[in-house]
């Protein structure tokens, strides 16, 4: 079974600052991977999904790495602003026989200090 | 405007007391999931539905029955509540899941949430 793991578990940085969150996964038979971010008490936010054919994807400020091979995904923030404040999940789509599945990490914490 | 939309948002109810959770996408996704979060363990599925007519349990399906008559819709029904079901639920839908055989990114899309407290 699909574990996908993130730490840190919570992040402060001051405004301003670059930041890397990282997911990890067991099995690299992935269809995709996908980063959301979640406002407390709120639904969740697709930010960015990279393929499993795709190595990276970019909107604005943010950038997905994929390594299928090492089982790791990095999410990159740069110049982060305290709106940028909110948890972050990884979630890992695999491909199993007759159907498709979705497998999340706990997230991230990030807050961003002005 | 492309969207999940769940019922109730909030829901305080009894043990025991059958309740239903609506889910509907305007999107003609032929997936559609169910999934709750709870505190360090972030979101698990509960079920998921490849197409009408066709639903398959998750990892937690326990104490939950799901039905997709029609594609749009999707609730998720809770015969007999109990406080380990209080919970944050979350619906979701792609347009085919990820199946191998489609053009598709398997993107997700979630609904608002639905926050359920059994007493």
């Known amino acids: 079974k699909q574990e996908v793991t993130q730490i840190p578990a919570a992040l402060s940085v001051p405004e301003g600052e670059n930041l890397v969150l990282n997911c990890s996964f067991t099995?690299?038979?992935?269809?995709?991977l996908q980063w959301f971010r979640q406002d407390p008490g709120k639904g969740l936010t697709s930010l960015l999904l990279i393929q499993s054919s795709q190595r990276e994807q970019t909107s604005g400020r943010l950038n997905a790495s994929l390594d299928k091979s090492s089982g790791r995904s990095t999410l990159y923030i740069a110049a982060s602003q305290p709106g940028d404040s909110a948890t972050y999940l990884c979630a890992v789509m695999t491909a199993k026989t007759g159907a498709n599945n979705l497998f999340f990490g706990t997230g991230t914490r990030l807050t961003v200090i002005p | 405007e492309a969207q999940v939309t769940q019922n109730p948002r909030y829901l305080i109810t009894v043990t025991g007391k059958k309740l239903t959770v609506t889910c509907s996408q305007n999107?003609?996704?032929?997936?559609m999931s169910w999934y709750r979060q709870d505190p360090g363990l972030g979101l698990r599925q509960i079920y998921y539905s490849m197409n009408v007519e066709v639903t398959d349990k998750g990892d937690v399906p326990e104490g939950y029955k799901v039905s997709r008559k029609e594609k749009r819709n999707f609730p998720l029904i809770l015969e007999s509540p109990s406080p380990n079901q209080t919970s944050l639920y979350f619906c979701?839908?792609?347009?085919?899941?990820?199946?191998?055989?489609?053009?598709?990114?398997?993107?997700?899309?979630f609904g608002e949430g639905s926050r359920l407290t059994v007493l």
């Open positions: 099995d690299s038979a992935i269809y995709n």
């Open positions: 999107m003609n996704h032929e997936y």
């Open positions: 979701a839908s792609s347009l085919t899941g990820g199946r191998p055989d489609a053009i598709d990114t398997g993107e997700l899309f």
